[in-house]
């Protein structure tokens, strides 16, 4: 299976400032069809996951313009250029490339 | 809206079965793989099952192979898992989710299964 590797796995961040995940994968993630499925998601506590960015840089419906995704394989990023309050939480990532589909650990954003 | 309400979970024994329901709306459900995706207290998701729009290709993680059985019943919009002979390690919230480029765009609440004796 197809090992993701994310870190920080824990990341206090200060509101207002700029945040950083990254995410490594064990394999090449380019699909046969010559997309990269590589997702982000956040959970907040309680909540269902909710995907944020798909195909690496692409940012779901209603997402902020503040999160943005990078990386070309093995490693990727994503960026939160200004945290606010409700972006607390864990953030995933996940491959959908290789089947069995994997995530992350996870990493767990808070507020300082 | 795309809604996505699980049923079907509770508490069994070791060894017993589950049927895991999933009713979809808002959305043309006949088009779509679905999936479900699992969360066991604490930890990250995993993906257990997908299933494609007309139900004739079905994909398992090997944790549940011969034991969960996805199906689907487009005149219904609805998703089913079927899950036999249980173990504790299948204890989890179990997630329906609609698959839009090889993952989950929306996903319903969830759940709750819990195996134990």
């Known amino acids: 299976d197809v090992v993701m590797t994310q870190s920080p796995l824990s990341l206090p961040v200060t509101l207002g400032q700029p945040a950083s995940i990254s995410c490594k994968s064990s394999q090449s993630l380019v699909h046969r069809d010559g997309y990269t499925y590589f997702h982000w998601f956040h959970q907040r506590p309680g909540q269902s996951p909710r995907r944020l960015i798909y195909l690496v840089s692409n940012r779901d419906s209603g997402v902020p313009d503040r999160f943005s995704g990078s990386g070309s394989g093995p490693d990727f990023t994503l960026k939160i250029s200004r945290v606010e309050a409700e972006d607390v939480g864990v953030y995933y990532c996940?491959?959908?490339?290789?089947?069995?589909?994997?995530f992350g650990q996870g990493t767990k954003v808070e507020i300082k | 809206e795309v809604q996505l309400l699980e049923s079907g979970g509770g508490l069994v024994q070791p060894g017993e079965s589950l049927r895991l329901s999933c009713a979809a709306s808002g959305f043309t459900f006949s088009i779509h793989w679905m999936g479900w995706v699992r969360q066991a207290p604490g930890k990250g998701p995993e993906w257990v099952a997908t299933i494609k729009e007309d139900g004739s290709e079905k994909y398992y993680v090997d944790s549940v192979k011969g034991r969960f059985i996805i199906s689907r019943d487009n005149a219904k919009n609805s998703l089913y898992l079927q899950m036999d002979r249980l173990r504790a390690e299948d204890t989890a919230m179990y997630h329906c989710a609609r698959v839009v480029g090889h993952s989950g765009d929306h996903w319903g609440q969830g759940s709750r299964v819990t195996v134990s004796s």
């Open positions: 996940m491959q959908g490339t290789h089947w069995p589909w994997t």
